[in-house]
Nanobody, 124 residues
């Protein structure tokens, strides 16, 4: 059974950095596409970054140049390094997994496993 557990959220000031981690368990022979999504109160969930099984990546325009997604396949961990954080980055951040054939997609409907989320709060 696949489980995703996020960590690394917290409260920072504008311009600060955080690194989110997502540990994926239950994968033995396949390498899933992994994505980070976020949802702020009163807003729809949006894709932030994704990394495919071949390590190709994609980013939302709002985070390009500030966020970096990476993966450690040996440990089944996906990271989201967030730099130059802004108050508008405040949200619950979720890790998600999609089948191995999915490209680095920011569409939430392509993901079939989700973590519980970790809160990121950026103050001005």
């Amino acid at each position: 059974q696949v489980q995703l557990v996020e960590s690394g959220g917290g409260a920072v000031q504008t311009g600060g950095s955080l690194q989110l981690s997502c540990v994926a368990s239950g994968y033995t022979r396949t390498r899933p596409c992994m994505g980070w999504f976020r949802q702020a109160p009163g807003k729809e969930r949006e894709g932030v970054a994704a990394i495919a099984s071949d390590s190709s990546t994609s980013y939302a325009d709002s985070v390009k140049g500030r966020f970096t997604i990476s993966r450690d396949n040996a440990k089944n961990i996906v990271y989201l390094q967030m730099n130059s954080l802004k108050p508008e980055d405040t949200a619950m951040y979720y890790c998600a997994a999609a089948p191995t054939w999915v490209p680095a997609s920011l569409r939430s409907d392509e993901y079939n496993y989700w973590g519980q989320g970790t809160q990121v709060t950026v103050s001005s």
